[in-house]
């Protein structure tokens, strides 16, 4: 989910990844123009992942690592994003890519940063490696 944020609903429509130009037509809703909040649903839904109802992955880091890093710089990570998008709440994510507006990019490289501390340091603490591949076994 945080890769299809990053790349369709953020980054290719904004001109940032894959672009050679800004493109809002490939927002995820761009007619309805309420990409901008599903985006923030769907980074509600990784936070829930993350941290659970009661207990999370984030307990079990915290349990292997016996500290709080990880899921500090995750919790920092969050917020970056949370207040970047509270901070286009007066606009769409349309007019925002139109306007060139930085918090888009901001926006852009706290996602990244997200994601990496997920597929890096979390992968890393448990040690787990993670692998890519297009071989669907055809």
Not at 14 to 31: M, R
Not at 93 to 99: D, G, H, P, S, V
Not at 103 to 132: G, Q
């Amino acid at each position: 989910l945080l890769e299809n944020i990053i790349r369709f609903k953020v980054g290719e429509p904004a001109g940032l990844e894959n672009s050679t130009g800004i493109n809002p037509e490939l927002l995820q809703a761009h007619k309805s123009e309420i990409s901008l909040e599903i985006i923030k649903e769907n980074i509600a839904a990784v936070k829930t992942l993350y941290y659970g109802s009661s207990e999370g992955l984030d307990t079990y880091v915290s349990t292997i690592t016996n500290n709080e890093n990880i899921n500090n710089a995750i919790a920092i990570a969050f917020s970056a994003i949370e207040n970047n998008i509270n901070s286009l709440s007066n606009t769409t994510l349309k007019n925002a890519i139109e306007n060139n507006n930085f918090i888009v990019d901001e926006l852009y490289n706290h996602l990244k940063d997200l994601i990496i501390l997920i597929k890096v340091a979390i992968a890393s603490a448990l040690s787990v490696t993670v692998t890519f591949t297009d071989n669907d076994g055809d």
